[in-house]
């Protein structure tokens, strides 16, 4: 089976999130499948380059046409953790991949729209026939699009599309003038049926092109897969998924064993695994020692995510102060890419700059968050909505209890230590249903009762959680699954 992945992210290459931890995970699952894989991700300046193994221009004769325009682009080749990679460079006044970030631009729906084009006419030209093409999220949701009404009739007629929704929270919502730029047919795809956005008069929805025009569409978790179609979740879309149900699919995300492993990470000081746990508590002394907080006898909870409204900023902010006020510490490493969320928090770091049971660091910083799931106790996932969330997954792996609100893949993944219905080995966290701060209390004060009051079962907690398996292997499977129904 050869797929191509198109996508915007892939870690360790260029990530923002999980979507970039998911395409590479997925893809090396699959070659280890026996599959032909590759991805074809922009080249962004901004990448880690030291992540490329062997990068080389391979194609330099790449002409992308663009509304009115022709644009030149190289293409170059390298690996990325052993997953052959593909990176294209469009050489125009428009300077779509140098902006010094991956996301954010005024112009993000063109810069997208010109890489579904771009990822498809290189496909075509250097003679790709995959049977598969995965693409990931509104930025690559064109591709299906282009793929039925452009590149079948261009002689990539028995190529397949899989689309994955990672977050109906971003939808690609924007002007016609997208379809005239990427060469396709206005009249024809403006309507109810197809790409015309349900609640915005005259706009385009991507996302939604993507849904109808892909072969499969998946989610990343069964529970997110429920919620988009039955519940506001959905963002609007919820009826076009409901249509397309037969086509739907949840898919619990993988996380990738090779690089979150504390038998084996390089990133952290002391390995360890659930037999030799005293060496979790060396990680958290250096995690302390880096963050100068102090030695003290106190459970240290952890945040790592995107400051975002998703990920629940009023319940992270309240958490801060309620763990100090209950005699734990609080460590986030977060990142906003709206200014206002990024003030708050810089608000709240200056105010408790001082304290020595607390640290905020803001940013993005890969090796820190591995430091941080050694270290910590407990990880706090306050989110409102939460399609797959991996942040949880690597938390069991390290021994770090997951504190989560029950929604999307937390649901699916977390089982509270005092209510849920799974075996005693099966529990694995604590979790809370209602978006408020009483509710979050509750699971926290729950927490660091536990490990305050009775350490050995919280050590079983710990244990229970680093037994369980969230690698690709299941899922993986579920892709070639997928992969081959659509092929037939
Ligand atoms: P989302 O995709 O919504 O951001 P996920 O839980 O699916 O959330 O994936 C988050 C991924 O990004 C994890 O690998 C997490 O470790 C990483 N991450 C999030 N924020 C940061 C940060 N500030 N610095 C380093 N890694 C981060």
């Given amino acids: 089976m050869f797929t191509v992945m198109v996508t915007p992210e892939c870690a360790s290459v260029a990530k923002v999130g999980g ?3 998911v395409v590479q995970g997925l893809a090396q699952e699959l070659a280890i499948r026996g599959n032909n894989v590759e991805v074809i991700l922009p080249k962004y300046d901004c990448m880690r380059y030291d992540r490329i193994w062997d990068l080389t221009k391979t194609y330099t004769d790449l002409w992308v046409p663009f509304y009115d325009q022709w644009i030149h682009c190289d293409v170059y080749f390298g690996f990325v953790d052993n997953i052959k990679c593909f990176f294209i460079e469009p050489h125009s006044e428009h300077n779509f991949f140098n902006r010094g970030k991956y996301y954010g631009d005024v112009d993000d729906v063109a810069r997208f729209a010109f890489f579904s084009r771009a990822a498809l006419e290189f496909m075509l030209k250097s003679g790709k026939q995959p ?14 699009v282009l793929l039925y009404e452009v590149y079948h009739h261009l002689g990539m007629g028995n190529t397949r599309a899989c689309f994955t929704l990672h977050n109906m929270g971003h939808q690609g919502i924007t002007g016609k003038e997208v379809l005239m730029q990427s060469g396709l047919d206005v009249t024809k795809l403006m309507t109810a049926e197809k790409m015309l956005d349900p609640h915005h008069h005259d706009a385009v929805n991507l996302m939604k092109g993507g849904i109808i025009f892909s072969n499969f569409v998946t989610t990343v978790s069964p529970t997110y897969a429920f919620e988009i179609q039955h519940t506001e979740q959905g963002q609007g879309l919820q009826g076009v998924l409901q ?3 037969s086509k739907l699919g949840g898919v619990l995300n993988g996380i990738n064993y090779d690089i979150w492993n504390p038998e084996v990470d390089p990133l952290i000081p002391h390995h360890y695994n659930k037999d030799a746990l005293p060496n979790k508590v060396k990680n958290k002394q250096a995690l302390r020692q880096r963050l100068m907080l102090r030695d003290d006898f106190k459970p240290l909870i952890a945040v790592v995510s995107r400051l975002d409204k998703q990920k629940g900023m009023d319940l992270i902010l309240h958490a801060i102060y309620y763990a100090l006020s209950q005699q734990a510490q609080f460590v986030l490493l977060g990142a906003a890419a709206e200014d206002s969320i990024n003030a708050k928090f810089w608000e709240v770091k200056h105010e408790l700059n001082d304290n020595p049971d607390c640290h905020l660091e803001i940013g993005y910083d890969e090796e820190l968050a591995h430091l941080i799931y050694a270290g910590a106790d407990m990880i706090l996932i ?31 993944t977390v089982f509270d230590a005092n209510y849920s219905d799974k075996p005693y080995e099966e529990r694995n966290g604590y979790v809370f249903t209602d978006v408020h701060p009483l509710a979050l209390e509750s699971a926290m004060n729950r927490a660091i009762g536990l490990w305050y009051k009775y350490p050995r079962y919280f050590r079983q907690l710990r244990a229970n959680g680093m037994r369980q398996d969230h690698s690709w292997n299941h899922s993986g499977q579920d892709y070639v699954n997928i992969y081959e129904h659509i092929r037939s």
């Fill in 19 to 21: 979507l970039g931890d």
């Fill in 131 to 144: 049977d598969v093409i995965h693409c990931h999220d509104w930025q690559t949701a064109l591709i299906p």
């Fill in 243 to 245: 249509a397309n149900s």
């Fill in 382 to 412: 306050p989110s409102i909505y939460e399609p797959c969330g991996l942040t949880q997954m690597i938390g069991l792996k390290y021994g770090t209890v997951p504190i989560v609100r029950h929604t999307g893949g937390l649901a699916d």
